[in-house]
């Protein structure tokens, strides 16, 4: 093991502009002395593994416009190293800025390696998945094992790593007040592996030899948490807050080591809660880039996730998260597949989007007034081509033109939609006035 | 014209508890003095036309339970009476409030009878839709003709109808600057209309004539907002706070008289603007009921405004809307059918719900505890009842599986869903700590 690396951060720190600096600031429309301090600080992260040669850096944190990332992967039940290339696919085409593989299936690392071949875009993963796949019995997860794992992975060329560290075994007796208990996947396994053998969590007794695995090949890490709140009766609870605590110092012990840091969040949180959730990390974490699932605002629309969270996720972007993890359709009911990784990149590339016009963000409301411009010019194909989803938006259309007996060729030409048809057309009779 | 009815809010404010009253007050778990001080007062309306013999009160107001709208209606390019028939049936379904015909094709008439006849909802029109499909050309429309489509639609039985009175000849200036000019039917429409005469809007001039059709049949006004913008670039400008003003003196002018009014917002307006939105037309309009238009977030997302909207919804509701006008995936691109209907109705219950959880209103959370109770149980069945659309939900869970190779019935037993599978099944591991 070398340690010859320096990582983004030491390089920041430094007073080094690195080249993912300048490409950051260039895209983000800022100066990049001014990146080059929040890299320094922590404050904005630049997830980049030395080993990711086909990347495209992107920056992170609450400066920045706001990020999507978007979970493929497969489990045991579903899918196979194709499909999910079909899903990378999808993702990236939408609009994605990073992707986490959740593979907890068959064939991990090769399902790894081809997404981090085909992808510019910073590949995340979650290694406690692949360590139990390895070890089968969730006894005999260990340290080693956990180590090995993530030495692979960072080897292979995974940009950043949810490590659920922060989830302690005095934190347990707080879950058992839940109504949902644990619903991180990492966190429950943690939790029942502290539980028979009464040890610490394993992710945070070695926390220091996962920093130094991080050094070498300039990792990203993000704290997971395990004690998300899985519903709305469990959210901003003890249990939430005690595990938060923790990720605040892993934070400083990262930033010392010179490793990169998100902290991650929930979950499931009422709309009038978000705000102080977000508050509350920036405050007790320095900063650190929040990542955040959703959250989900209300309980009780399986198959409709993906718009119960897009609310969510914009109220936390306005309030300061930094990335939003989507959450698809199939959310609480089974593994999405290509259309829903669609879907859900669609609903959070409007939260974010959303969220970017609402905090005032450089050029962040261009695209919306060039299509108001097509929209008020009837110049369809350009509405179509500024928007979100060309193809969908055009679909409907049509649809819209054969329910109502018209020719298709009327689709790029008409002065008007089925809406109103032409003699209510309020853009039309605007324009004569 | 007899004169002897005696309105929903004259009864009120003579003190008495009127059996509309005792409906809302049971249904919202609140007192029906409670109730009936907010109707005297104004800042409650239960529209209830005397002719619409099946209906089931509901009450529309910042104290209550946020309200959604469902509009449906042909054009003149699409639908027949049957279709509209289904979607008004996919509209109560999935849980519309309210539903306001709005066809601008041919029989109006007609369509709007089969509606009323068939809803226990409130059904609100446009009238002048209807006076404008009758004029022929829209310099024919006139005084007289309104007030008699208004008289007839009355009869009809119809409980609310927007009336675009608060457009003035001296806003016109105001619009010329927007990129999209003025986007509401009704409103350019008029605005069109006053241009060529160069007459004030007709009604805003037979405002007291439209007020005493209104006291005979108990017909709630819902003061339109022609001037709403039509995207982000021009929200919360002078056009639009303009008309505002003068729908708050009209808000005067129908409480005085003893009619229930609503005041309609917009429609675009960006996340960061929203609450101020909201406040304004409380303080402006003494705290009539609001009744918005989405508002869309964001304007790049064609066949996606469902979401966009059901965002700015959400804030809305929390800041003070008391009604949500929903969008369907076909906003901008054509006329929306069945599937679209309950598309946008179920965004809208996910936001209007989201808003009553967040504002602690009473029992608000039930279902969603419910849910979650049952997700803990992994009793699918019961998390399909409770879901808003059961169907959805079921049959994703049932793509899931056979997407994954499972048989059926599996869907039922199965402690687990396809997204983890069983060895990664985060409730049922929780379960075993």
């Not at 030491?10 to 990146?35: C, D, H, L, N, Y």
């Not at 939408?94 to 593979?103: F, H, I, K, R, W």
């Not at 396994?189 to 130094?212: G, S, V």
Request: proline share 5%; charged share 25%; with cysteine.
């Amino acid at each position: 093991m070398s340690f010859l690396t320096i990582t983004q951060m030491q390089k920041a720190a430094a007073g080094i502009i690195t080249p993912e600096i300048i490409q950051v600031a260039s895209s983000e429309f800022r100066q990049p002395e001014e990146i080059r301090q929040h890299v320094a600080s922590g404050t904005i992260v630049i997830p980049r593994n030395i080993h990711h040669t086909n990347l495209v850096p992107i920056g992170i944190g609450r400066l920045l416009r706001t990020k999507v990332n978007a979970n493929i992967g497969n489990s045991a039940l579903s899918s196979c190293p194709e499909q999910e290339l079909v899903k990378l696919k999808n993702a990236l085409k939408y609009g994605a800025d990073t992707v986490m593989d959740l593979s907890t299936g068959k064939n991990i690392p090769l399902i790894r390696k081809q997404i981090i071949e085909h992808s510019p875009a910073p590949i995340g993963t979650v290694p406690i998945y692949e360590a139990l796949a390895r070890a089968g019995k969730a006894e005999d997860l260990n340290e080693e094992l956990i180590l090995q794992v993530i030495r692979e992975q960072a080897e292979q060329g995974v940009d950043y790593m949810t490590v659920h560290s922060g989830i302690l075994l005095e934190h347990l007796p707080f879950a058992r007040k839940r109504l949902l208990k644990i619903v991180s996947r990492g966190g429950s396994i943690l939790a029942r592996w502290m539980k028979q053998k009464n040890k610490e969590n394993p992710f945070y007794t070695c926390f220091d030899d996962i920093l130094k695995i991080c050094m070498e090949h300039d990792v990203t890490l993000s704290l997971g948490d395990g004690m998300r709140p899985g519903c709305l009766a469990d959210a901003s609870d003890q249990a939430q807050f005690a595990e938060l605590g923790v990720l605040a110092k892993l934070v400083s012990r990262c930033r010392a080591a010179g490793v990169q840091s998100m902290v991650e969040g929930p979950g499931h949180i009422p709309f009038h809660e978000i705000a102080m959730n977000m508050r509350r990390e920036q405050e007790l974490c320095g900063d650190a880039p929040f990542y955040i699932l959703g959250p989900v605002v209300i309980d009780c629309a399986p198959g409709y996730d993906h718009i119960t969270s897009s609310i969510g996720a914009t109220m936390g972007a306005y309030h300061g998260a930094s990335m939003l993890c989507y959450v698809t359709p199939k959310e609480h009911l089974g593994l999405p597949n290509a259309k829903d990784v669609r879907d859900g990149v669609i609903a959070y590339k409007i939260a974010a989007h959303a969220a970017d016009i609402a905090l005032g963000r450089p050029h962040a409301r261009d695209r919306d007034d060039a299509i108001s411009q097509a929209r008020a010019e009837f110049d369809w194909e350009k509405q179509f081509e500024l928007a979100l989803d060309p193809d969908t938006a055009r679909e409907f259309r049509r649809e819209a033109l054969k329910e109502s007996g018209k020719e298709l060729d009327h689709e790029k030409k008409a002065q008007y939609c089925t809406m109103c048809g032409l003699d209510f057309c309020a853009v039309r009779i605007s324009k004569e006035i």
